[in-house]
């Protein structure tokens, strides 16, 4: 793996803060990747994105009886949608206090705040029991965490025995060489170089799961660069302080570096595992 900035939570947290707005106008009311299955043209990154969170709902499999938790759930439209659609019971977790304002916001204005909550915990460290949950989902935010292991191992301790952990995000395809991102890049963005797929796995069957699916869908994701490569050009920062607005600019300088890499050397797996039946 190649070396990178390594941010704290804290950096995450203030990024996400400080950017709330800067996202909403170029990923919209999702903060992730979307997903173009065969046979679909459409051209709109939120459609693609809520394929993707459906397609996690599939594999998530729960119903009103159960309860999931949602690790690094951003602004809340995949968990919103997934209550829509399973009526399951869901609590999120981010470190950026902006995103549950608008998270609650989102939940109340779908009519699921009775069913979807939102609170600041910090992945590594979670304040809840062990066997809390009948499914962890964490779409898009395993990347984040300085320390992966310690993600998982935790994601293990709250989720019931015979629970789901269901993955999406990005793994490494092939090293890069070191310099070829240049620096504005990685020291703005707030993430940390993917593993290879064989060590995601890895690390998931070393916190305790046993891995059940590993679903490739790299192609289908890849339109997603293209998406939000468009939304950059056309993005002009409204951000309301001096330095949140001198960090959009950096970020909207530093991202088609980061997206151009990434559609070379990256790709995108839903990973499905399960927590031992305990004997």
Known sequence: MTDQSTFTADEVAM??????????????????????????????????QDRLTALLGEKLALGPEHRLLDVGCGT?????????????????????????EAADQRAAAAGVADRVRFQFADAMG????????????????????PDKKRALTEEHRVLRP???????????????????????????????VPPPLDEMTGLVREAGFEVTEVLDITEQTRRSGEAILAAIGSYRP??????????????????PLVVEHAQEHTGYVVLTARKAVSA
Request: aromatic share 8%; glycine share 8%; net charge negative.
């Open 162 to 192: 015979g629970g789901l952990l269901v993955i999406a995000d990005f793994f490494e395809t092939k090293p890069l060489p070191p310099g070829t991102v240049p620096d504005a890049a990685v020291d703005v963005l707030p993430n940390h």
């Open 15 to 48: 990024f996400y803060d400080q950017l709330e707005e800067f996202f909403s106008a170029v990923l919209g009311e999702s903060i992730h990747y979307g997903y173009w299955p065969d046979g679909i043209d459409s051209p709109s990154l939120t459609d693609a």
């Open 238 to 255: 409204a951000v309301d302080s001096v330095q949140g607005k001198r960090i959009a600019e950096q970020v909207q300088q530093a991202i």
């Open 76 to 100: 809340g439209r995949p968990a919103t949608l997934l209550a829509e659609a399973l009526g399951c019971d869901i609590t999120g977790i981010t470190i950026a206090e902006r995103q549950i």
């Open 126 to 145: 979670m304040p809840f029991a062990e066997d809390e949950f009948d499914a962890v989902l964490a779409l898009e935010s395993l990347l984040h965490m």
